[in-house]
Each structure stands twice: as structure tokens, then as C-alpha cells.
């Protein structure tokens, strides 16, 4: 962390704040110049208030030089974090494919829709039971019966699943679901994180959608820090001006966020754009750029989903998909 | 509603989507043109899913006439709401005022602040106890000493507390605020909103980072489905490309707010710009505009507090800001 | 400017970049840490290219303390700069509230409308001669004959006129024009501003849809570098997601620039929010913060106008917001 | 288009709106409902001004159902357009690269980076003559000398060159360009968009920092209404709220664009994300969905370029890169 002092700063002013400084426990450079005092904080800043330091009357302004996470960060943890989640990996060689309906509605769908996506290539079952809809008046999931039909569902095809919660009310529920997923609109919930942080349980964790890259790690660091160091970041669009997409995929945060953390990285491009013929040249785009998993929509009757069915692929449009991507995979090393 | 359908639609794909159409109770209008077919849905289209009408192969674009939310919508409620939170009302003539501390510290700070914006014309006291922090290692507030301490206050002063919620687990120990609020990253935490919706007991729901102003409504909406009308919105700032303030006040959510819904508005200046000299001149522009209230942080020694002091204004310097905005309120025939 | 090198950099590396920072001209403060060190670049910094710094391998990080501007800089002209329009002054005591249709469209029009404002109080007349429009499709503007239609309007009232210019090409059409006005969509049309840098003529410049504050005031700063200071700020909404609105009025922009710069700075209100009935509420507002000026459209037949009735005002509408808005003035000791 | 009308609307007004519509040339279908009466506009509506419909007392709502650009709309072009530039085509099977320095700075810079982009398969050199600079401080390009030097690059290599003009008065010397460049600030530079609409040359059309992708196209309608129907679309990222990559790569918009237009779609990795390490995942990403080129910023001495050094690869970097790219290029049944 940097700070510039005034240079009109009166000298016991200044000695006040370097002793402030010095209290929480990083040493001092003092540089002092003709238009200002520059001090560099050395050692473990992520405790300081920058904000505060920022309100003191003689600093002309802060910037801090270290990230402000510490779990998630790769500087601490070199090596890629792979995530078993009941069986298959994730941040592996092997891309993740996490396929299904946006809503469970029925054992027959669920049940059908999972050995479709399977038989192509998935790795994983995703399905709401509890879904976060912008109107009280849509529908908001069939809840613990969803839940159980996923569960019916992962019994028939073998398939671990993947699934949202809502509240820490229903932890409970979700003893057995195998990845816990955590929507965009969730993302800073920090007492949902906070409960998820002292589970041994995979989190798979949105970004939302007007969070920057650093809050979306310091939300995995609020379930690292718990305990729970099973974590996997979601990139599923954020939200722009552009309002042809629902949402502007930010390509770019794969790459950024395996630099800057060792944890894996996976693309919904399904919620991103919101249109089912953007969903082939997102996923190419997505393993083109590193992502180690793909989350895609898939429903047995697409016209007839009781959410989401716009961008929704069919099962026969999911399994031409799939067999394009194997060869993207394959340029970058990877299977599928 | 309007749907507009391909010319090349084949007639019993036209008829199905018709049937269908009418099948959710509403009345529709046909005019086939050249090059295309304009559908008119008319009567209550709130429960039509947008999207899944728009999934359909022959369905070119559809758009929305009505807005989605009813409850809040001014046009089935023509007059202002007036929300009474233990005495003070707000959006009645007197602009109300709500002051306090970003955290609640200790004692001695809270009922000090307390006394002093009461004496400077405040009506409410705000104090967080849970606080939403980006960082896992920041002070996360008292929590349920803090809810103690407002108490205390309160008894000291008379001033009805406001004070932020996170999750529904902590219900209970808000039973005795008199405004519970809920933050902008919570906004569409929409477990935590449908129990809100249970209450009798107004609710201060804040404006989400980067939500539109239809899904604030949606999300008061939440709450007022389930029985609770008491619902004052807060505008606090958006997320923009702009990173002088730490948001963006949308100073016009204000009269727009306003316009389309009945209920009150207020303006939270200080968390919009996160700079203390732009309180003033926003606070000042928050009452030309129409705001039924404003919250305003202010802390009895800024430079020490263990949240979001750089934001915080002195009991002094509320003290000049508060004798400037009445004249401000006169003009609007209001008082403060 | 602070410069952060990895720890790691080896010894001759850091020398040379060292060299190379002192060769710009300006003096080093090193602080030598245990993870990384510090230099604080010391005096005039806007020579050095931050972004060609940060392309050397041993750094880590550049940020940036001065600001790039100077002549625009409150800090070496604290003083606020008044530009006198032929005749009426901006910046100065009096609010100047120019105003007119978004387009010239005729003789009749014009003269009306000039009448109309000026009658109300307005002491700038706007018209568009040269019309920026989105497709090329719609209404030009009445480009050469426009221009002397305004001046016509002029010679009628007495009011000095403001108008846009589009191109480098159109100067010497424009030699005969009180204020000229660079649009939005020109705020980074670098060759424009150079020549109108040469001019002895005062500028009214719109900040860009997506320009931050401080490229807004570099594109001010490109005018004044080249000779002419009479440069006038005008804020007109910036794009965000919010699309209830046109744009979103960036209220807190007023304060802010004239914190950093002594330049005089105007609110466009019917441009940021697109809808009429927007204006007052944003114009009492703009006063309320501090702008030094208002740019309002007003047409004298909303319904017909070739471009922008939309949010155009009606005279008798113009008439009533007008005397509103003396009493904001008055509680800013200021007059209108 | 839709016009949705008020039901309290009286039959003359009525009558009145449906004459002044009739009389654009379009056919109307009224459809007369309970709350609103919805009239369906059909035929050629682009010249119809939409605000101005939306200005009428009576009218509620106006949608656009038609995109407002014709010549650049692919349903009335269901081909791809592919692009001739004096040799090397864009938009044929062959994806184009683009390569060379931000800024020509040398003759001897200049024909060192052409020779070796050239020898790793770019097929057009590219190089700024006239630099849009931030600040009026920073290298302006070396202007009418930078273009001979192009010329004299593109004499030693066979490379054609693509540059950027900055105003209308520079065309004549870009009459032997081979390409000219429109940057992201001037995408709405009107008068010079119409300017190049007269020429028979092909114009790289770099999209606005905050232009939605109808605007984009709004401005190839400019160019293209001129006569000069040889664009090519460049997307170039976006201005959003994350602030570790310079811009947003926005990779939906390629998919998009050529959905919706039949003109060729360039990206530029360099500018969108600023970053040189992200070159490379973002130049695969283009290719995997669809891009017809790809616009690479390389310089022999990044670390001592005159601008934009930050982001610009070495040649050798270039080569790896390059090899890269050759096997996604085949995977999309296209060459590089």
C-alpha cells in the first residue's frame, strides 16, 4: 500500500499517521518530495482500511499494490486447485461439462434430460429446485421435490449434480447434492458464503453481474477462509450497456482469474447471452481461452420450460455441440 | 404485450401459438401485414413468460407494454404512500431524515451520534450491525450487541432505529427495529425478501449496484406480494465506468421512481459518492428532485471509524448541511 | 507517479530503469522492501508514459499521484474562470441558461423560440445547424443556412448564440458564433480540438457518453494547451444499463469538476434524461450543486420537430420552469 | 413498428397520429383493446423518427420492430460481403491478420516489424501515422511522414497497409492507403463517415468505447448509404465498470454482428484488453467463433515504443502466437 501525504502536512500530523500506520504492523519507506511524502507500507497490509487511511485530513490519496486475497491467490498456492466433486474433476485435465434443464418441473424430464446430456459427454447434472426469479409471479421452482428428483435423476445415469441455494435456511436440504452452486445475484451474500465456508463441499460460485474481478475473489476468500477451499468460479456475464445479450460474456476473466488465483474456472454461456445459437461459439471461445468447465443449459422441450426456455438448447442440439468442442479440447490439450 | 410472428410462419404454428396465448387468460388483437404478424395480448399479461413466448420458431420479437409490477405500480394506486415507522412518516410533507454511523461501535459513540442528529433535525437513527463487508478480514460489525446498543440509543433519544439485515436466520433479533433495511447486494436476495414480505414493519430496500429501475420495483414487489406495504425504496448509487465516486448517483431514479410507483423514495448521498464534501451538494439535489428522505452517514470521529469513515460526515459539519437543507425543503413546500 | 518493482528484478535491471526515469526529468525517492520496491517519481510527471513504464519487465505496478492535466487544474488556477460570451458571462454570479430547439428548422422557428427564452430569461440561444445523428437516414440539419437563420434570430433579440460543430471543414462558417459547441459524440475528435484551440472564442464542450472525468477534462485540456482557455464543461448524461432514461445525469460530475478544475461547468438536462418531464426536476438540481449553467431544448411545436421533440419543452412550459428555478438560484446566492 | 396508445385517447387525436403516420408511407393495423389501442406500422419505417412519434400526448409506448439499417442488414444480403484490399481479401476463407506497431516511428522500425509479421503469416501491416492520443502531452504520430514510411514497408514486403485517419482534411493523403482505419472515437464521427462513403476503398470501422452493436451498424449504414459498401466491422472491447482489463472484449458481439450484417468482423485483442499475455487466449477465442481477422499490435522494442508499448508483442511472441492460431483456423474450415 502507498500513501501520499501533502506536502503541507505538519509534522506532528504526519508522525501521528506513520504511528498509526506502524501499529498494525507493516514497516515504512519514507520518501519525502518537493510536492508531497510518499510512504510505502511493506509487509501484510490486507487489514488496513484503505478507506480509512484515505479520510485522514493529510493524505492526498492511497492505492493499494497488494491483493487484497490471500487463499484464492495464486502467488500463495501456485499450482492449480482441482476440485473433486463426488467422483469427476474439475480444474483437471479433463473439461467439465455441467448440462440440464434451468428448472427441474418433473421426474420424467429431469430423468430424460440427464441421459441425454450423459450419452453426449456431461460430467455433471445442473437443474433448479429453488430459482431466483426477478418477479414473485414466475415460477420459483418446485424446491425440495426438485431436489429429489435430482437426486432420482443422479441414481438412474450415475451423474453427481449440481444445484443453487437461496438461503442458508435450507443448508440442510442440501447435504447431498454434490456441487452447491451460488447465483450472480448471491454472490456478495456474505452469510450464505460464510455458512458454505465451513462445509467439505464443493461451491460452485457465480460472479455477479456488476462485480469486478477482485470482489469476486474476495467472495471465494470469504468461503476459503472459512475452511472450505473447494472452490469454483463461475463467469456468466455482467452487465453492460449492450442490450442485445442479456448479458456481455466477459471472455477475458478466464484468463485474468487463473492468473491472479489457482482455482478453476468455468463459463456459463448460457446465461450470458441468453439466445441458444450463442451457446457453440461461447464454448468454443470459453475452452479457447482456458475455462475448465462449461455450464450449459439443456431441455428436453425448450418451448415449453417454465423458465429460461429462450436460451435452453434441445438434446440434439447439446450432443452436435459437444462433438465440436471435443476438438477444441483437444487443441489445448484437454479432453472432454 | 406484443408478439410479432415471421411472415413465414405456417398457419397451424400461428393457431398453436394463439391457442396457447389465450390459454393464459388474456384477449388478443391479429393484424397480419406483409412481412409480418402483429399480435396484441390485452388484459393482465404479468403471469406471460416473455422469454418462453419468444422460444417459439416462429416468434420474431416480443415486447412488453404493461409493467410487470402491480402492487407497487402507481397506476393501481394513485395517491403517495405514507409510510409510519413508530411515529415519523415518510413520504409525507416532512422530508424525513435518517442519520447515524455506518457501524455501531460502542455506546458512548452511538448514543453520541444519537444526540447529536436528533438535535440537528434528524427523525431516524441508522447504525449497522451486520455488516456486508467485501472482505472477509474487515470488521463485520457487533451484530447482536450492536442491535443492543440502538436500543439503547433509541431509549436515549427517541429516535426510531433503522439498521440493515443479511439473512433470515437473524429475523428474530429484528424484531424491535423500527425500519429494517436491506442492502444493495442483497436487493435481489430474494429468500430474505419474501420473509420481509411477512412482516408488518417497514422496509428500507435499497437499489442494487447494477439493477434497473424495473427490477428494484420487481424486488418491492417481493415484499408487498406477501403482505407487506410498507416499502420505502432507496436510490444509493449505480455502477458505472466512472470510478471518481465509488457510484454513480442516478439522481433521477428519483422523479422517474416516483412517477411510476407510489411508494416513498429516499437518497443515501453518502454511500452514492463515498466522499464526504459531495454529501451536501447531493443531499441539495436530492430535495429538488422530490426525495422523500435522506440517509446520511455521520460519525462523532470519522478518521477512527472501523467502517467507511472516509464517507462519514462530523455532527458539526451535519449540523451546517442540515440548517442548509431546510431552505431547500421550503421551496419544495416540504420541511425537514 | 509510483512505480512498484518485483523484488526480484536484478540489480542492473532496476539501474537502468532508473536512468531511464530520471532522464524524463524528474527526481526518484527508492524504497528498498522486503517484497517489492518503491520509487516515488518526484516533480512533473505528464511527459512520462505510464503505460510504457508498466512494459518493463521488473514492474509491477505504476499508479499514477498527479493529475495529467494542468492548465485545466484547480491547483495552478484555483481561482474560478469566468468566460464572457459577447456579453453575458458563464461562470460568474448569474446561472446562464441558454436555451432553443434541438434543431434550426426555419426562420419562423427560430426567431419564435429566440423570443420565447429570452422573455423567460435566458441569455444564450442553442440551435443546431449541423445535426449528429445516429442514422443517416434522418433530418441533417440545416447545416450553412441553419447558421445564418440563428444569426438572424440573434440580430432579432440579442442574444448570443451557441451551435455545434461537426467538422475541422466547417470552421470558417463558424467565425460569426458566440459560444461553439463540441458534441458528445466529437469530446475525443483530437484534430477539432486543435483547431479550436486556436480560435479566440469560447468553447462549450459535452463529456463523451462512456469519458471519465478525467479524459473529459484532457480533452478540455487539448483546447487550452493550444492557446484558448475559454473552454465551458458541459455535462450531459453518461451511458450506463439503466435504459428507463436515455442517459444517466452523472449529478455528482458537477462538483467534482469544479473541485479539480477552474473551468465553468453547464448541465444539459434534456439530453441526459431524453424526457421533458425530467428537465425541471434535473435543472433544479443542476442549481442545487453548483453548475453555472443550464443548456435546455425548447421548440415552440415539440410535436413537429425534425429531430429530439421528444424531449423538448414547450415555451409555456420553458416559462414556468424558469421561474422555479430563480429560487434555487437565490438560495445558492446566486441569480438567474 | 408499434405505436401503443392511450385508451383514454380522444378519436380526433386519434384519427390525427394515424394520418400523419399514414402519410410516411406505411400501412397501419389497428388493433382496439380495453386499456390501449395498438397500431402495427408496416412497410418501410426507417424514416420515420421514433421519439417523435413517442412525443404525441396520446401515444404510451413506441417499439421498433424493424433494425433501422438497411444496407448493412443481412436479410436483404443473405451473402457474406468479402473485402478485396489491393490483393488479400476479408471475409473469404482466409481469416486476415492485421499486424504491426501502434505508432510508426522509424523507417528502419517500421520495415523490420513489417518483415517479420509478414514471414508468420500476417497478410496486411498495420501502423499509426495519426495518433488519437489522451492527453495533448503524449506522441501525436509522426503523421505525413509515418504514411511514407508505411509506403516504404509496403514496398519492401508486399504488405498492404491499414491505418487510421483523424480528420476529413487529412484524406488526401491517405489516397494510396490500402485500408483506412476509423478509430473508436471518431466510430460517430458523422462528417467523417460520409466523407469516406464517397471513396472506393476499403474502411476498417472500429466500434465506440459505448456503442451497442445497432449503433455500430448504424454507422456502417453511414459509410455504406455513400456508396462505399467495402466496411469491415472491428470490435475492439468495451467500456465497462472492470477495470483490470483496459476494455471488455465483447466476443458475442462477432456471432452477433454477422448475424445480423453480411460484412466482415475483425477483432482487435491488443486494444481490448491491454494486457499482452491476454493476446493470445483472445486471438484463439475470435477465431472460435467466427471472426473473419485479427488486428495484433506488435513492435520490435515494446519496452521503448512511442505509445501503447504496454500491450504490443515481440515479433518472436508473434511467431508462437501465430503457430497457435494456424490449427483453430482449420478447425473452422478456414486458414490463417
Redesign the interface.
Known sequence: M?V?VRNSAPEDKLKELIQMLEGCGV?L????????T?L?L??DT??I?A??V????IV??V?R?QE?YKKANRKFHPENTVVNASGPEIGARKIAVIAGPCSVESEEQIIEVAQRVKAAGACFLRGGA?K???????FQGLKAEGLELLKIARKETGLPIVTEI?????LSLFEDVDIIQVGA??M?????L?ELGKLDKPILLKR???S????FL?SA??IM??GNEKVILCERG????????RN?????????LK?LSHLPVVIDPSH???LP??VE??S???????ADGLMIEVHNN???????????LTPDQFDIIMSKLK??AE?EEREI
Not at 132 to 138: L, N
Not at 212 to 215: F, L, P
Not at 238 to 245: A, D, N
Request: aromatic residues 8%.
Open positions: 502507498i501520499v514497516t519507506n519514507v520518501s519525502v518530495g518537493t510536492q508531497s510518499v510505502g511493506l509487509g490486507s487489514a482500511d478507506d480509512l484515505a479520510a485522514q485530513d492526498e490519496t492505492k499494490v487484497p429453488f431466483p426469479r426477478t418477479s414473485p409471479y414466475s437461496m438461503s442458508t435456511e435450507h445475484r448471491n456478495q451474500n456474505f452469510e450464505l460464510k455477479g453481474l456488476a469486478t474481478i477482485e470482489e474476495m476468500e470469504y477462509s472459512g455482467i452487465r453492460t450497456f449492450e442490450t442485445f445479450t456481455t460474456l466477459d471472455i477475458s476473466a478466464v484468463p485474468v492468473r450470458a447471452a441468453g445459437w450463442l461459439p461461447l468454443k471461445a470459453a475452452i479457447a481461452v482456458g425448450p418451448k415449453k420450460a417454465l423458465s429460461d426456455g429462450a436460451q435452453s476438438k477444441y487443441l
